[in-house]
Nanobody
Framework: QVQVVESGGGLVQAGGSLRLSCTASGLTFDDYAMGWFRQAPGKEREGVSCISWNSGSKYYVDSVKGRFSISRDNAKNTLYLQMNSLKPEDTAMYYC?????????????????????WGQGTQVTVTS
């Protein structure tokens, strides 16, 4: 049984930092590109960042470039998202995802292959 569990969300003031973690079990972790999505109330789910299976490629949506950093530890089956200089517009539910592939589209958004697994989400709230 596959489980994907996020943690690390919370309430933070604008300009602050949070580190999200995602631990997966029941799957071969390094078979997958891993990534983070977010969904704010009333908005569509947005792909925020993705990392290839061996950490060789990392992609970010334009709105978080220079502020967020994605990483993974395949030995621990864990994915991370370091979020710095947080803004109120970063407020959303953040979801971890295991994908067959990902890439950066020329228009700035992230292209995703098949999303095989999702986590249940962790809430990030940034106050002004």
């Amino acid at each position: 049984q596959v489980q994907v569990v996020e943690s690390g969300g919370g309430l933070v003031q604008a300009g602050g930092s949070l580190r999200l973690s995602c631990t997966a079990s029941g799957l071969t972790f390094d078979d997958y590109a891993m990534g983070w999505f977010r969904q704010a109330p009333g908005k569509e789910r947005e792909g925020v960042s993705c990392i290839s299976w061996n950490s060789g490629s990392k992609y970010y949506v334009d709105s978080v470039k220079g502020r967020f950093s994605i990483s993974r530890d395949n030995a621990k089956n864990t994915l991370y998202l370091q979020m710095n200089s947080l803004k109120p517009e970063d407020t959303a539910m953040y979801y971890c995802a295991a994908s067959t592939e990902c890439a950066q589209h020329s228009r700035g958004y992230i292209y995703w292959g098949h999303i095989a697994y999702w986590g249940q989400g962790t809430q990030v709230t940034v106050t002004s």
